[in-house]
């Protein structure tokens, strides 16, 4: 059972900038395809970002691309999401997720949920 530890969320005006990690308690980091998602209050929770085992395959929502950047470092265990010109409907708790890729686009998680790291944007 691999256990995902989010931070790096807070508060921030928009326009501003937060950069989220995401540490895994496994030494086959590697081997795993990593995604972000988050969840609005009263919302549903929605795919973000993911990024597969080498970091050359990245996916992103619509509304996030140009404005997020998902990478790894896999020899920390750790993937992260930089988030530029955040906006308030970016507002809510982020969590990451081991996902599958297809090739058509979906991205689906599969791992627990951690307990996710909260952004706050205001206008």
């Known amino acids: 059972q691999v256990r995902l530890t989010e931070s790096g969320g807070g508060s921030v005006q928009a326009g501003g900038s937060l950069r989220l990690s995401c540490e895994a308690s496994?030494?086959?980091?590697?081997?795993?395809?990593m995604g972000w998602f988050r969840q609005a209050p009263g919302k549903e929770r929605e795919f973000v970002a993911a990024?597969?085992?080498?970091?050359?395959?990245?996916r992103y929502t619509d509304s996030v691309k140009d404005r997020f950047t998902i990478s790894r470092d896999n020899s920390r265990a750790t993937a992260f999401l930089q988030m530029n010109g955040l906006k308030p409907e970016d507002s809510g708790v982020y969590y990451c997720?081991?996902?599958?890729?297809?090739?058509?686009?979906?991205?689906?998680?599969?791992?627990?949920w951690g307990q996710g790291t909260e952004v706050t944007v205001s206008s």
């Open positions: 990024i597969n085992w080498s970091g050359d395959d990245t």
């Open positions: 997720a081991l996902v599958t890729m297809r090739v058509e686009g979906t991205c689906t998680p599969y791992s627990d």
């Open positions: 496994t030494r086959f980091f590697s081997s795993y395809f």
